[in-house]
């Protein structure tokens, strides 16, 4: 029987614990034969040499992730102690100060958190056009607003357009009280989310008031030439062929374009096909545009949600092997 003492003295114990234990818990069902108590900043090991000496690294490097980026969700924290080896902090921390992309209202920082994302911001400084594809929560988004907002700041662009398809998920548009703002706009409140969290609301107002910030559903970009401008297409798996091909055609001179989207959340009518998955697959090797995949590993919501998009996957995965394994039978004349 092996005990030992960490301190927690460098961090927010309470960020490290978790609001009701919720994160020490987590720890406690990763090493089940091990007795683990905290007090204060403290945390006390209890068990097998080998055991003890596996958790104090494990929460050495959560304490290096919380030294590094002062907060960490239950889902990291699931995440790093899961981890084979050293390394894996790297796979969720930025080491320099120059990687966070946007200093918000309050001090917050905002940046790339996982590999995915951080491909992602490297894509988007290579290349003028990048498709961002991956399932809900993942912060494509997020990573993309993030990104224009930095360019807006750094004076690299003059404007930012944030666009949506105004499509209906299970609810009819028509029916919506209010005018056409008022009933586009819940479609493009997850826009409006993000920017809440990177630009201060008085300047946030101004620039929407100058235009400087542009919010628009995607038909209002017919007919459109936009120069010297970030664009961003979300939900672009609601864009019919036509739609992307147009949006697409609207980059003007000193622009960039991030589109993003999840093939396995098309709400278009069944008589409509999604454009997205045409264009990755014919604008694939063209030089200037970048594609990039997340996936759940991605996932900085709540730690459910990764399980929630591997029973989604899983349960698709087994409806396709079941209809491969279904017996081919010749249609009979009649």
């Given at each position: 029987?092996?005990?030992?003492?960490?301190?927690?003295?460098?961090?927010?114990?309470?960020?490290?614990?978790?609001?009701?234990?919720?994160?020490?818990?987590?720890?406690?069902?990763?090493?089940?034969?091990?007795?683990?108590?905290?007090?204060?900043?403290?945390?006390?090991?209890?068990?097998?040499?080998?055991?003890?000496e596996?958790?104090?690294?494990?929460?050495?490097?959560?304490?290096?992730?919380?030294?590094?980026?002062?907060?960490?969700?239950?889902?990291?924290?699931e995440?790093?102690?899961?981890?084979?080896?050293?390394?894996?902090?790297?796979n969720?921390?930025?080491?320099?100060?120059?990687?966070?992309?946007?200093?918000?209202?309050?001090g917050?920082?905002?940046?790339?958190?996982?590999?995915?994302?951080?491909?992602?911001?490297?894509?988007?400084?290579?290349?003028?056009?990048?498709?961002?594809?991956?399932?809900?929560?993942?912060?494509?988004?997020?990573?993309?607003?993030?990104?224009?907002?930095?360019?807006l700041?750094?004076?690299?662009?003059?404007?930012?357009?944030?666009?949506?398809?105004?499509?209906?998920?299970?609810?009819?548009?028509?029916f919506?009280?209010?005018?056409?703002?008022?009933?586009?706009d819940?479609?493009?409140r997850p826009?409006?989310?993000?920017?809440?969290?990177?630009?201060?609301?008085?300047?946030?107002?101004?620039?929407?008031?100058?235009?400087?910030?542009?919010?628009?559903?995607?038909?209002?970009?017919?007919?459109?030439?936009?120069?010297?401008?970030?664009?961003?297409?979300?939900?672009?798996?609601?864009?019919?062929?036509?739609q992307?091909?147009?949006?697409?055609?609207?980059?003007?001179?000193?622009?960039?374009?991030?589109?993003?989207?999840?093939?396995?959340?098309i709400?278009?009518?069944?008589?409509?096909k999604?454009?997205?998955?045409?264009?990755?697959?014919?604008?694939?090797?063209?030089?200037?545009?970048a594609?990039?995949?997340?996936?759940?590993?991605?996932?900085?919501?709540?730690?459910?949600?990764k399980?929630?998009?591997?029973?989604?996957?899983?349960?698709?995965?087994?409806?396709?092997?079941?209809?491969?394994?279904?017996?081919?039978?010749?249609?009979?004349k009649?």
């Amino acid at each position: 029987m092996t005990e030992t003492i960490i301190n927690l003295e460098t961090v927010n114990p309470i960020e490290f614990f978790g609001v009701n234990n919720g994160k020490l818990d987590i720890l406690k069902k990763k090493f089940p034969l091990l007795k683990i108590l905290s007090r204060g900043t403290q945390i006390k090991l209890s068990g097998s040499p080998e055991q003890v000496e596996t958790a104090k690294e494990k929460i050495d490097l959560l304490v290096q992730f919380l030294q590094r980026n002062g907060h960490v969700s239950e889902n990291y924290f699931e995440q790093i102690l899961g981890g084979d080896d050293a390394e894996v902090v790297d796979n969720f921390v930025d080491r320099h100060p120059n990687d966070v992309l946007v200093f918000g209202p309050n001090g917050k920082t905002v940046r790339a958190r996982t590999i995915n994302q951080k491909r992602m911001v490297v894509a988007a400084e290579k290349n003028d056009v990048v498709f961002a594809i991956g399932p809900a929560g993942t912060g494509k988004t997020y990573t993309a607003v993030a990104l224009a907002v930095r360019a807006l700041k750094n004076k690299l662009v003059k404007k930012i357009i944030l666009t949506r398809p105004a499509v209906e998920a299970g609810e009819s548009l028509g029916f919506l009280p209010g005018d056409l703002k008022e009933k586009i706009d819940p479609y493009l409140r997850p826009l409006y989310d993000a920017l809440d969290d990177m630009i201060p609301a008085d300047k946030l107002g101004y620039y929407m008031s100058t235009r400087t910030i542009e919010i628009a559903p995607l038909a209002y970009m017919r007919g459109r030439t936009l120069d010297h401008a970030f664009i961003i297409l979300d939900e672009a798996q609601n864009a019919t062929d036509l739609q992307l091909k147009m949006f697409l055609t609207r980059i003007g001179g000193n622009a960039k374009a991030i589109i993003t989207g999840d093939l396995t959340q098309i709400d278009l009518p069944k008589n409509q096909k999604s454009g997205l998955a045409k264009a990755l697959y014919i604008l694939k090797g063209i030089e200037g545009i970048a594609h990039i995949e997340l996936d759940e590993e991605d996932v900085v919501r709540h730690r459910l949600v990764k399980a929630i998009i591997r029973a989604y996957e899983k349960e698709k995965q087994e409806m396709e092997e079941q209809q491969e394994r279904r017996p081919f039978t010749r249609p009979t004349k009649e």
